[in-house]
C-alpha cells in the first residue's frame, strides 16, 4: 500500500467518524418515461465543482453527477492553458477539504513527498495542484463524466426538473436533475475575450489570446507584443522567451505596474464569509474597489520574465491603433510606435450570459446587477452590471418576478459571483466558505420542495422504541 493508499483511508475513516446523520433523505424520482432523475448535477469537473460535489454527498446527497468536457482529471487551466510553473496563492490556503484534516493539500503533499516536505516547498507547481485534485475525486468517489459537454438548459415543469443536453463522442442524450450547479470555471460567466478592434485589425494567425493553444516554437527568434499585466500575461511573456523569442514588450494603460494584491487585503474571516451579507451599494464599493486596484502577476512570475534580456515593461502604453505594415504589425502607443511578428492578449475574460451556452435559452430571463443597482456615476464599471445579480446561496434570480421561478434551482459557482458573493466559485481563497453557503441553498430548496413528503413520512412514522 502506498502512502497516499494509507492517507485515502484515513480521509474515509475520518469521514465515517463524522457521517451522522447517516439516513437518506431524498426519494429518488424518475420522469413519466420512467428516466431517473439526478438530484444534482453539476457542470465542471474542477476545484469547484468537485467540492461542491464532495459537500453535497456529506448531506447525503449522492444520486449527483458531475460533468466535464475535458478528459478525466484535465479540468481547468492547471494541464493545459495555465503557462505558470505554480500556483498563484499560497500554499497554506485551504478550501477543497472543508474542514477535513486529512484532506488538506498538505497532508496529501506531506503523504505523497514524505515527512517535512511541506516545509520545503515554496508555491505549489500547478501539475502537482492537479494531482491532488485527481486523488481527491478517487478518494471521495466522486462521480466524473469526462469527455462531456452541457448544451444549452431547459426547465421541465411538468417534471419539476432540468433537461440538460450531454453531448458525447458526436452524440447526444438528455439527462434530467432537480438542482444544477455551474461550475464552469473563471470564465463561466461570460468568455475569455479579445478585443473586437484587435482581432479586426490582425489576421487570426498573428495573435493569439493566452487561453488559446499557442505554438512558442514557431515564435523562436521573433518579435512578441504582449497587451495586458495580468499573471497570464506575465506567464506567457516567460514562456515565450525561454522558448526562444527574441524580444518580447509587455503593453499596459496604467503609470505603474500594481504592486499591491488587493486579493492577499481579502483573505480574512469577515470578507469571505460575510461580503454576501452586505446591501448592494457596499458590495458594489467593496468589489469595484478591488477591481480598481488591478491585478498583478506574483512576485516569482514577475522575476521569471524580467530576467530575460530581451524582456520590455511598457507601462502607460494604451495602444491607439494597431495594422499590418507588411509582414510586420504597426503598433501606435502613447509612448511611440513599435513593431511585432506576433501579438499575445492578455486581457482575460468579460462577464456576459449571454456567452454562455448552457444559459442560450434562459439567460433573457435571468437577472442582472444592472437591473437592480444603480452605482454613483463615479463608480460606474460596465462589466459588473452585467453579473448575475445572485441569491444569498448562488442561485440565479429572475429579472422579471414570476416570469421563470425555476431560476431558483440553477446555481451560479462561477467567478461571475463575484459582486453578489465575493470570492465564490473559482477561487482557492473563497473556497472554505463559499462550499457550505452553496450546500446549505442546495439542501434547503430541496427539503423544502418535498416538505409534504417529509411531513407524511414523519405521520407515518412507527418505528417502535421497545
Ligand atoms: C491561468 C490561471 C491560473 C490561476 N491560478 C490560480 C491560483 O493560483 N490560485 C487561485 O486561487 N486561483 C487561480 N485561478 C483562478 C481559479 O482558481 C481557477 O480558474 C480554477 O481553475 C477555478 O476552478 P473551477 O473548478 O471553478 O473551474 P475550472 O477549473 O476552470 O473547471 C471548470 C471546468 O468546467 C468545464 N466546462 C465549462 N463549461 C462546460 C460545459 N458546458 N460542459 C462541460 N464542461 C464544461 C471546463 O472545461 C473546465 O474543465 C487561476 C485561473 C487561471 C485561468
Request: aromatic share 10%.
Amino acid at each position: 500500500m502506498t502512502p497516499e493508499d494509507r492517507l485515502a483511508e484515513r480521509v474515509r475513516r475520518d469521514l465515517e467518524l463524522l457521517s451522522y446523520p447517516e439516513r437518506e433523505w431524498l426519494a429518488p424520482r424518475s420522469t413519466r418515461e420512467g428516466q431517473p432523475i439526478l438530484d444534482v448535477l453539476i457542470v465542471g469537473a474542477g476545484q469547484s465543482g468537485l467540492s461542491a460535489a464532495f459537500g453535497l454527498m456529506r448531506e447525503r446527497i449522492r444520486n449527483l453527477l458531475v460533468v466535464d468536457q475535458n478528459p478525466l482529471d484535465r479540468a481547468g487551466p492547471w494541464l493545459s492553458f495555465a503557462r505558470m510553473r505554480t500556483l498563484r496563492t499560497p500554499k497554506y490556503l485551504t478550501g477543497p477539504d472543508l474542514g477535513i484534516p486529512s484532506l488538506t493539500p498538505r497532508s496529501w503533499y506531506e503523504s505523497v513527498h514524505g515527512e517535512g516536505s511541506w516545509e520545503k516547498l515554496g508555491l505549489i507547481p500547478k501539475e502537482t495542484w492537479a494531482e491532488y485534485l485527481s486523488f481527491y475525486r478517487r478518494t471521495l468517489g466522486i462521480p466524473v463524466s469526462p469527455e462531456t459537454r452541457v448544451g444549452a438548459l431547459g426547465y421541465d415543469p411538468a417534471e419539476r426538473a432540468w433537461r440538460v443536453p450531454l453531448e458525447r463522442a458526436g452524440n447526444t442524450e438528455l439527462a434530467f436533475a432537480r438542482r444544477v450547479v455551474l461550475a464552469t470555471g473563471i470564465e463561466g460567466s461570460g468568455n475569455w475575450h479579445v478585443p473586437e478592434w484587435l482581432s479586426k485589425a490582425l489576421p487570426p494567425e498573428r495573435y493569439a489570446h493566452t487561453r488559446h493553444d499557442i505554438d512558442f516554437a514557431r515564435l523562436r527568434g521573433r518579435r512578441v507584443a504582449v497587451l495586458g499585466a495580468g499573471a497570464s500575461a506575465f506567464d506567457n511573456a516567460a514562456t515565450a522567451l525561454e522558448q526562444g523569442a527574441r524580444e518580447v514588450r509587455l503593453y499596459f494603460r496604467r503609470k505603474t505596474l500594481v504592486n499591491v494584491n488587493a486579493y492577499r487585503w481579502a483573505e480574512f474571516v469577515g470578507f469571505l464569509k460575510h461580503l454576501g451579507d452586505l446591501g448592494d451599494a457596499e458590495k458594489w464599493r467593496f468589489i469595484s474597489q478591488i477591481l480598481r486596484m488591478g491585478q498583478l502577476p506574483p512576485a516569482d512570475t514577475f522575476r521569471r520574465a524580467s530576467e530575460h534580456p530581451g524582456f520590455h515593461l511598457h507601462p502607460g502604453s494604451a495602444w491607439k491603433s494597431l495594422r499590418m505594415d507588411g509582414d510586420r504589425i504597426a503598433i501606435e502607443t502613447e509612448g511611440g510606435r513599435h513593431e511585432a511578428d506576433f501579438v499575445i492578449v492578455g486581457t482575460g475574460f468579460v462577464t456576459d450570459l449571454k456567452l454562455r451556452p448552457e444559459l442560450e435559452a434562459i439567460e433573457p430571463q435571468i437577472a442582472r446587477w444592472a437591473d437592480r443597482y444603480t452605482p454613483p456615476r463615479a463608480e460606474r464599471h460596465d462589466d459588473l452590471g452585467r453579473h448575475p445579480y445572485l441569491g444569498p446561496n448562488f442561485e440565479f434570480t429572475e429579472r422579471t418576478p414570476g416570469e421563470a421561478p425555476y431560476l431558483s434551482t440553477l446555481y451560479n459557482y462561477t467567478f461571475g459571483g463575484l459582486l453578489s458573493l465575493g470570492f465564490g466559485g473559482a477561487s482557492i481563497s473563497g473556497m472554505k466558505y463559499s462550499n457550505p453557503r452553496l450546500v446549505h441553498g442546495i439542501t434547503g430548496s430541496l427539503f423544502r420542495e418535498d416538505c409534504e413528503e417529509h411531513y407524511q413520512s414523519l405521520c407515518a412514522f412507527a418505528a417502535e422504541e421497545f
